[in-house]
């Protein structure tokens, strides 16, 4: 609407300056008045829509990337016996669980947000795309960093252990559990860092008018 | 330099409209012209400036209110001896060090902000001191829930422990500190959400123009 108005109020305005710049070049006039007339900064929107699309297509690969890696995170222990078999799954701790969970949930809602960045490449000037994006992507971010988070305060434990409250470590048991869900912690919180990106960049595409 | 070029247009023809309609009604034209100096949206983005200070002002109570219920949790043992004194304090497990030391700095971070989220009151179109907000506000969320997260997955192994990786919970023995960490939590993660509705708020007043 607003845009509209400014828009009025320059071709009101075109008239008087073209009447008074008629004599002097009056091709450079008109060519100003498509330049007004064409929306200003719809070429950058354009350009961070595309950032948009391209950084979530980044982040889907690091989500699925984390949920495929602890899903398949399990080891055995060396000293398995003929009788006795000491498996580590990532089920054995809830906290994974979620984790695994909470970054199918973000996965999917990158795939179904990618129309709507489309629209966003398509019609840059589109304010109700861009601001639904904004609402769910600030939801997601809270949701993976929060995972990430949990997971690497369990695998720090893991890893490490607290004689304080007698928690013993168990990487030198299952070391290859420990590697793959540092590795799914990993991928997570870039997903993290790369969400804050891209609401950070949606704020830019938001105040450029 | 937007809404400069914009005032400076709508000056430029207000003779023409004064000059037209000044038979009609001179009284109605001329707070019509006031009505078109004003920017529009004004108020109600205003009104979202004001919102931003308050909930800054509550995440302050929360983020505040979290560090300090961590940095006096601690609880001695039921059994203690008059040798052997069992104590709980939040240093002896280093994610509630992290827990305090996050929340500080966001505590701290909101105090500077609040500057700046009065400028926002005062110059309502202004939207360089916003976006300034949105990018520390974001990273400052992921802060918050990331710490807030890490502690809900160690309290979590407090009350129930997990007979997998054979972490025995230690809440019976002290409930005391075992509440005041879950409070601590509990503030934290009220503070990050209280967080992710001041981002939108600032995507809604970046929207309406």
């Known amino acids: 609407?607003?845009?509209?108005?400014?828009?009025?109020?320059?071709?009101?305005?075109?008239?008087?300056?073209?009447?008074?710049a008629k004599e002097k070049a009056p091709l450079l006039n008109s060519s100003k008045a498509i330049a007004i007339l064409e929306p200003p900064n719809?070429?950058?929107?354009?350009g961070i829509a595309i950032g948009d699309f391209v950084l979530r297509l980044c982040t889907i690969g690091a989500t699925l990337g984390a949920t495929v890696?602890?899903?398949?995170?399990?080891?055995?222990?060396?000293?398995?016996?003929?009788?006795?078999?000491?498996?580590?799954?990532?089920?054995?701790?809830?906290t994974f669980v979620?984790?695994?969970v909470a970054n199918g949930i973000v996965t999917g809602y990158l795939f179904l947000s990618l129309p709507f960045s489309t629209i966003c490449i398509v019609r840059p000037l589109a304010k109700a795309p861009?601001?639904?994006?904004?609402?769910?992507?600030?939801?997601?971010?809270g949701l993976t960093l929060a995972s990430a988070s949990a997971v690497a305060s369990i695998v720090y434990l893991a890893h490490n252990g607290n004689p304080n409250t007698n928690w013993l470590p168990f990487c030198q048991q299952f070391g290859d559990?420990?590697?793959?869900?540092?590795?799914?912690?990993?991928?997570?919180l870039l997903a993290g860092t790369l969400f804050m990106t891209i609401i950070i960049l949606s704020a830019f595409a938001l105040k450029r008018n």
């Open 1 to 20: 609407m607003e845009t509209n108005k400014t828009m009025r109020e320059t071709t009101i305005n075109l008239p008087e300056t073209k009447a008074e």
């Open 42 to 46: 719809r070429g950058t929107k354009k």
């Open 69 to 94: 890696t602890m899903g398949n995170a399990g080891a055995v222990a060396p000293f398995t016996t003929r009788f006795l078999r000491f498996e580590a799954q990532f089920n054995d701790i809830p």
């Open 177 to 188: 559990f420990c590697s793959s869900t540092s590795g799914a912690m990993v991928g997570s």
């Open 98 to 100: 979620f984790f695994m």
């Open 130 to 141: 861009r601001i639904f994006l904004v609402i769910f992507d600030t939801a997601m971010t």
